[in-house]
């Protein structure tokens, strides 16, 4: 591992860098936080890089077609490469939300992508309003039956 400073020895294992990995991943869309219907995706690719606790992802699915889902479910992406970390509780984030550009999908504000946090390998979109709260993008609110696409790229805490 990079031992910070690197002058300094660390017989402790404290300030010692030793965790880095990099790796693909599938990503699955889905009406339900687990189970449920899964949406068949045209084209995909999914890519992290993990760093001590910190898990990039950057995501491309192209071509989504939702036919077989609940169009009144929740919208939700599984299939993270690792379990997120945090709780309200524990004075952290209960989501961790990324950038997300998403096409023929409706929405007013703007869609962000919400890791779940406490242990999960999942997470949902939200339409965020300004002066308004925001609410989860349904089945629903993708337009077409299977030319739609989301784009994700962010960071979460791992467990």
């Known amino acids: 591992g990079i031992t910070f400073p690197a002058t300094q020895a660390s017989s402790s294992g404290v300030n010692v860098l030793d965790d880095y990995e990099e790796g693909s991943f ?5 009406d339900a936080d ?3 219907n899964a949406a ?3 084209t995909s690719t999914a890519q992290y890089v993990k760093i001590g606790r910190v898990v ?12 077989g889902m609940t169009s009144s479910n929740v919208l939700y992406l599984t299939g993270l490469p690792f379990a997120s970390a945090g709780t309200s509780s524990n004075g952290m984030s ?31 979109f ?7 709260g925001d609410t989860q993008l349904t089945v629903s609110d993708i337009t077409t039956s299977a030319d739609s696409d989301i784009l994700i790229n962010g960071w979460y805490l791992a467990v």
Not at 26 to 30: E, W
Request: charged share 20%; aromatic share 10%; net charge negative.
């Open 26 to 30: 599938t990503p699955v869309l889905r």
């Open 34 to 36: 687990s189970g449920g």
């Open 40 to 42: 068949s995706i045209g």
């Open 56 to 67: 990039y992802i950057t995501m491309n699915m192209f071509n989504i077609n939702k036919s």
């Open 94 to 124: 209960s989501r961790h939300p990324m950038s997300c550009e998403v096409d023929n999908i409706d929405f007013t504000g703007y869609v962000t992508f919400d890791v779940t946090a406490n242990d999960f390998t999942r997470g949902d």
């Open 126 to 132: 939200h339409d965020n309003v300004d002066s308004a």
